[in-house]
């Protein structure tokens, strides 16, 4: 937390805190998605596949390209943190921090999910969100965030000396490890920050600190993705339920989340394209 110190404020404060910002990333520079093909395609959906993670636990599933997604709300206010990897590479991961820079702090429909250096492409892209309404609240809170990393183990040892095995973190590594019939610790190192869905959080407004709120989500919500590659995805039901109030700790009251995968019909994608990789040449020098 920045600490404020009037001992080493410089005359000319005023005039440099009030400097314009300019975007880091503005969005005319991004591979533009081209939600037209998008908004074509899921108007013909046929439903796949389906699966239920059970509260407090993950299950990792594949989503072939040129596919959707949706992660229901199923039976009460929940939350769920997404992590995705390439089918073929799991070095290639949803990389939170970026999409951030890109998007911003929280995703809705028209947002991509970009993967991590050197592949750095979108490998899904978001095509409808029934939490688009939301918004920004009076506390400078919004639903799908990309700024806070995932519940873990480390961390609640840290902060309160408890040991709990059903953090997202935890939960994460199970489903891969089972998934990819590979160790925990092989696993581990391929769970990374993710998506907080359905999720209501943002930075209070005197010390910035992340926060929570109680989730707006409510059985039958839905938010949606489309897969621009193969992915694998690893979905945990947090063991805070709603984060209304605790995370890490068997005190909320959680649910289900649902899965459903839907194909379309594949003329209405001969227009789309799957991205390629960064086409940086890697050298890091001249
Ligand atoms: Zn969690």
Partial sequence: MKNYNPKNEPTDSIQRKSIKPVICYPVETLLPAKMDIYFNARKNLKKVNEFIIPAKDAICFKVPKGHFFRIFC?????????????????????????????????????????????????????????????????DGG??????????????????????????????????????????????????????????????????????????????????EFFSEIDIIAGLSSCPGGDCSEKHSSDEANCYPLRIEVYSCIEKELENWVSPEVSTYNGKHKL
């Fill in 74 to 138: 199923e039976s009460g206010p929940q939350v769920g943190d997404l992590n995705l990897w390439n089918a073929d590479n799991l070095k290639e991961k949803f990389y939170s921090g970026k999409t951030r820079a890109l998007h911003g702090t929280h995703l809705s429909t028209g947002d991509r999910l970009w993967s991590s250096f050197p592949y750095l492409r979108p490998i899904a892209t978001i095509t409808h969100d029934t939490l688009d309404w939301y918004g920004f609240d009076d």
């Fill in 142 to 223: 919004s639903v799908h965030d990309v700024i806070g990393t995932r519940c873990d183990p480390y961390t609640e040892k840290m902060l309160s000396g408890n040991e709990y095995h059903f953090c997202c973190h935890s939960n994460l590594i199970r489903a891969l490890a089972h998934f990819q019939n590979i160790s925990f610790e092989e696993a581990e190192i391929f769970v990374h920050d993710v998506l907080n869905v359905f999720m209501c959080t943002g930075f209070t407004k005197d010390t910035h600190q992340y926060f929570m709120k109680a989730s707006p989500v409510r059985p039958g919500d839905y938010i």
